[in-house]
């Protein structure tokens, strides 16, 4: 089996050079990756999710501040986080249900009123003695055995129970992690069907010879018109090409490929084409907790002009998508600027950048960003595996994926640092 720790200074190494781009990748490999480091750490027997917990949590933040940008990294980091305590809630819950910790009914009698009586008390105390130490209901549950009045008939009696404590200890360890284990494949799972679960509901969306506008080059896009298109549904495409990384070249070849009627125009001609246009569809590199969206360059003008002509703006975004940070906080990179290079040729315009101004500054600068920030309120409506949701409501539905103890990823320094 490999090095966990090789694995992780790889992909972090791959982040760092860009050689991983893009969201779904990225969402893909990192869960992988957090996969094996579950898999491979040793759980201590108190507090195995809060072991868990800040072994992700120590994994997680190297990968974010190798490429922050790509905020589908830190998605699934969260994901993770969340799945541990929602497996350990759960296998909490069912020990509580084993022990019979349920209110005490009218109809009972006295006897079974007594005996609840005293093992709600060992339960509190067992919740005093925790405060001193890192809390966990687990361990709570741990402390019963002992805190509860049960006689003991012979030595052999008692290292048969410690016995079994053990065993039982060791058998919830291996629970937990084969919990969060199937829990994260799952997760990848639900990546690598997103574009498909996207793509059903596109016959609901897309109707008999509208005309779509988009921008740039989306898989999820791609799968959702080819999916109208095999519903027998008849529309045309319009193509915005995405400059200056024109990946809006490739995505009009694949429609056009697949047999859907397209027309590739330039990013200045969108103003001036989109009073033809019945919907405009695109992708998303990014959905912030307040609905706004992070998208390729030239996005936030589209929506402009679709807000101008009042033509709906649908958003396709997997769920690994939804990020459960707002575009202020200071963990969010909302952009990154390229490579001078996609614009134009240095060799033609190398003596407009020579440094001949006397001040040591070039007398021409090139601003290349990468990504645009539209807000929610120039969306009309966000359309994920799990459905159509409006803007207002992304909060929401990212609140179900996430837990708040996870939005800062960087670990709480130990007493004393």
Request: proline letters at 5%; one cysteine or more.
């Given at each position: 089996?490999?090095?966990?720790?090789?694995?992780?200074?790889?992909?972090?190494?791959?982040?760092?050079?860009?050689?991983?781009?893009?969201?779904?990748?990225?969402?893909?490999?990192?869960?992988?990756?957090?996969?094996?480091?579950?898999s491979q750490q040793r759980v201590p027997y108190t507090n195995q999710a809060g072991s868990l917990i800040d072994a992700v949590k120590a994994v997680g933040?190297?990968?974010?501040?190798?490429?922050?940008?790509?905020?589908?990294?830190?998605?699934?980091?969260?994901?993770?986080?969340?799945?541990?305590?929602?497996?350990?809630?759960?296998?909490?819950?069912?020990?509580?249900?084993?022990?019979?910790?349920?209110?005490?009914?009218?109809?009972?009698?006295?006897?079974?009123?007594?005996?609840h009586s005293v093992l709600s008390a060992a339960v509190v105390a067992a919740a005093a003695r925790s405060a001193l130490r890192p809390p966990s209901l687990q361990t709570l549950l741990e402390d019963l055995p002992n805190s509860s009045a049960i006689p003991r008939t012979s030595s052999s009696g008692g290292d048969s129970e410690?016995?079994?404590?053990?065993?039982?200890?060791?058998?919830?360890?291996?629970?937990?992690?084969?919990?969060?284990?199937?829990?994260?494949?799952e997760l990848i799972q639900d990546i690598d069907t997103c574009h498909e679960q996207i793509a059903e509901?596109?016959?609901?969306?897309?109707?008999?010879?509208?005309?779509?506008?988009?921008?740039?080059s989306s898989k999820t896009v791609l799968e959702f018109l080819c999916a109208a298109k095999e519903k027998k549904r008849?529309?045309?495409?319009?193509?915005?090409?995405?400059?200056?990384?024109?990946?809006?070249?490739?995505?009009a070849k694949e429609l056009a490929t697949r047999g859907l009627q397209t027309t590739l125009i330039t990013d200045s001609a969108i103003f001036a084409m989109i009073s033809r246009v019945n919907m405009v569809i695109v992708g998303a590199h990014a959905v912030m907790?307040?609905?706004?969206?992070?998208?390729?360059?030239?996005?936030?003008?589209?929506?402009?002009?679709?807000?101008?002509?009042?033509?709906?703006?649908?958003?396709l975004a997997g769920s690994h998508k939804l990020c459960p940070l707002y575009p202020h906080n200071p963990e969010v990179l909302l952009n990154e600027l390229r490579s001078p290079s996609e614009l134009l040729d240095f060799g033609?315009?190398?003596?407009?950048?020579?440094?001949?101004?006397?001040?040591?500054?070039?007398?021409?600068h090139v601003v290349n960003p990468t990504f645009d920030y539209v807000p929610?309120?120039?969306?009309?409506?966000?359309?994920?595996?799990?459905?159509?949701?409006?803007?207002?409501?992304?909060?929401?539905?990212?609140?179900?994926?996430?837990?708040?103890?996870?939005?800062?990823?960087?670990?709480?320094?130990?007493?004393?640092?």
């Open positions: 089996m490999p090095d966990v720790q090789a694995l992780v200074n790889d992909f972090i190494s791959k982040l760092k050079k860009r050689k991983i781009e893009g969201s779904h990748a990225t969402a893909r490999l990192a869960a992988e990756l957090l996969r094996s480091v579950i933040e190297q990968l974010v501040a190798a490429n922050p940008v790509e905020l589908a990294v830190g998605n699934i980091v969260r994901r993770v986080l969340h799945i541990i305590r929602e497996e350990d809630l759960s296998l909490t819950t069912a020990s509580m249900a084993g022990l019979n910790l349920s209110p005490v009914s009218d109809d009972e009698d006295d006897n079974q009123k007594d005996d410690g016995k079994s404590k053990s065993a039982d200890k060791s058998s919830r360890t291996r629970k937990l992690k084969h919990d969060v284990i199937e829990a994260v494949n509901q596109a016959v609901e969306h897309i109707h008999q010879n509208e005309v779509i506008l988009t921008l740039g008849s529309f045309r495409v319009f193509v915005a090409e995405g400059a200056p990384r024109y990946q809006g070249h490739l995505l907790a307040n609905g706004g969206v992070i998208a390729p360059v030239g996005m936030n003008m589209l929506a402009l002009a679709a807000q101008r002509h009042a033509v709906p703006f649908v958003v033609e315009f190398s003596d407009c950048m020579d440094f001949g101004s006397g001040n040591g500054s070039p007398l021409l929610p309120k120039l969306v009309s409506l966000f359309i994920t595996d799990t459905g159509g949701h409006n803007p207002s409501y992304m909060y929401r539905l990212i609140a179900d994926y996430y837990s708040a103890d996870d939005l800062v990823l960087q670990r709480k320094p130990a007493p004393g640092n």
